[in-house]
Nanobody
Framework: QLQLVESGGGLVQPGGSLRLSCAAS????????IGWFRQAPGKEREGVSF????????WYADSVKGRFTISRDNAKNTVYLQMNSLKPEDTAVYYC?????????????????WGQGTQVTVSS
C-alpha cells in the first residue's frame, strides 16, 4: 500500500522555524518527484516546493524562496521541508505529494499520491 505521511506541523511565532517531514511507505521516494503544497482556508492549494526524481533539482515558490529548503534522505525514505523565518501568511495545511512523470511540479494535478496534511500556524 502506497502511503505518504506528513508530520512536524504546529504553532510557531513569527520568525520561528519548523521542519516538516514526508515519510513514504510502500514505495521508494527517490524514484518520484516529491512536492510540498499548502492550502489556507478559502484559498486554492498552491505549490510551495518540489524536488525532482531524476537529478534532485529543486524549485521554490517566490513567496518562500530563501526561507524554505527541501531535502531528501533516501536512507530514511523521507523528504523534508525546513521552514525558517515563518510569517503569518505561511499559515496553512501543508501536504506532500509524489508523482512519477512530473513536468510542471508546481501544479497539484501533476501528482498522484498525497498525504493527509499537517497544520502549520504562525501566530503570536
Amino acid at each position: 500500500q502506497l502511503q505518504l505521511v506528513e508530520s512536524g506541523g504546529g504553532l510557531v511565532q513569527p520568525g520561528g522555524s519548523l521542519r516538516l517531514s514526508c515519510a513514504a511507505s510502500g514505495f521508494t521516494l527517490d524514484y518520484y518527484t516529491i512536492g510540498w503544497f499548502r492550502q489556507a482556508p478559502g484559498k486554492e492549494r498552491e505549490g510551495v516546493s518540489f524536488i525532482s526524481r531524476a537529478n534532485g533539482i529543486t524549485w521554490y515558490a517566490d513567496s518562500v524562496k530563501g526561507r524554505f529548503t527541501i531535502s531528501r534522505d533516501n536512507a530514511k525514505n523521507t523528504v523534508y521541508l525546513q521552514m525558517n523565518s515563518l510569517k503569518p501568511e505561511d499559515t496553512a495545511v501543508y501536504y506532500c505529494a509524489s508523482g512519477e512523470w512530473v513536468v510542471a511540479g508546481w501544479k497539484p494535478a501533476e501528482y498522484v499520491y498525497w498525504g493527509q496534511g499537517t497544520q502549520v500556524t504562525v501566530s503570536s
